[in-house]
């Protein structure tokens, strides 16, 4: 079964002018072709029961739909090969199946109150392999995380990532379990690159995937 949470996020009036900000970009990138992107999330947690190991959550990113594949990070919990409680996952789908996984060398659950978790989740095609990360990890459960240095990779037959759309983040990210336990989960700004690093757009308005309105 392909990976979906129990409740389908709705986007807010904020954050459909969010949305039409990002959808200018695929004509910014005529001149250059997007070849990397970056999505900076934000976790708070008010008050997380160990005992229960919540809260659970998980955020997405994808090439395009998520019905042609899709990485999934996993925060507080692993989903495979089997589930498993606290620590740090990532996976690729197909999207029907996981391709590839990555556990992060860390276990910890989370337990302690009004905790911030920051990162990045990067997205890059290069000759046919796109490449999936998060980097500038910043938390108090796990420290610092990034595996950046060794990617998910996936083969692909895309040649850049200009059919990427954040809003395939947004609508399948999310608090999988004991959401009460979460104040917000942000996507706070996303970065569309070229091949050469330049920066070819940015939306920086944040917005909110939990709670919704």
Known sequence: MRFRFTQRQRLSWRAILW???AAAVPSAATAADVMRVEEDWQLVVNQPDANLNGPQLTCVIAPASADQGYCAFDLNYNTQPGYAAGGLQMHLWNPSQPIVVGDFPVSGVMQQPNETVTWTQTMSINQGVLSF????????????????????????????????????????????????????LTLNAVRWYAADGTLIAQVTTPQTVHPQD
């Open 133 to 184: 990360a998060v980097k500038n990890g910043q938390s108090a459960t796990w420290g610092g995380f990034d595996n950046s240095a060794s990617p998910l990779l996936a083969m692909t037959t895309a040649t850049n990532l200009n059919s990427y759309d954040p809003n395939v983040s947004l609508n399948n990210s999310g608090v999988c379990f004991a959401s009460n336990l979460v104040t917000s």
């Open 19 to 21: 949305a039409c900000l």
